[in-house]
Nanobody, 126 residues
Framework: VQLQASGGGLVQAGDFLRLSCAAS????????WAWFRQAPGKEREFVAV????????DYADSVKGRFTISRDNAKNTVYLQMNSLKPGDTAVYYC????????????????????WGQGTLVTVSS
C-alpha cells in the first residue's frame, strides 16, 4: 500500500492550496479517507474526513468553512482544498486511510487509520 501526498508549499495568509493524496495497493473506494496535520512542537491533529459510505464529511472546527475534503474513487485520490489560509494552518499534512463499518461516521482519532502518507509541508506566512 502506498499513499503519496503532494501539493504543499509556501503561501501567504489568505491564499489557497489543494493537497492531493494518490493511493495504490488497496481498494480505495472501501476506505474512509482523512487528513491530519502536525505543526512544529505540537501533536498531530484531525483536519477532515470523508467516509466511504455516502461520502459523509466532517471537519475540525478550526478549518470548517475554509477547507473541503473530497474523493475521486475513479482516480484513487483524495483532495483537501484549503482556502483562506492562516499562519496557524502551517503544518505537515498527512493523508490516512481506514476501514470503518458501513454507515459509520468518519473517525477523528488517528488510531482508526491503518495507512498513512508521508506528509506534505504547508507553510503560511503572515
Amino acid at each position: 500500500v502506498q499513499l503519496q501526498a503532494s501539493g504543499g508549499g509556501l503561501v501567504q495568509a489568505g491564499d489557497f492550496l489543494r493537497l492531493s493524496c494518490a493511493a495504490s495497493g488497496l481498494t480505495f473506494s472501501t476506505y474512509d479517507w482523512a487528513w491530519f496535520r502536525q505543526a512544529p512542537g505540537k501533536e498531530r491533529e484531525f483536519v477532515a474526513v470523508v467516509t466511504w459510505t455516502n461520502g459523509i464529511t466532517d471537519y475540525a472546527d478550526s478549518v470548517k468553512g475554509r477547507f473541503t475534503i473530497s474523493r475521486d474513487n475513479a482516480k484513487n485520490t483524495v483532495y483537501l482544498q484549503m482556502n483562506s489560509l492562516k499562519p496557524g494552518d502551517t503544518a505537515v499534512y498527512y493523508c490516512a486511510a481506514g476501514r470503518r463499518p458501513y454507515g459509520s461516521r468518519g473517525a477523528r482519532w488517528d488510531y482508526e487509520y491503518g495507512y498513512w502518507g508521508q506528509g506534505t509541508l504547508v507553510t503560511v506566512s503572515s
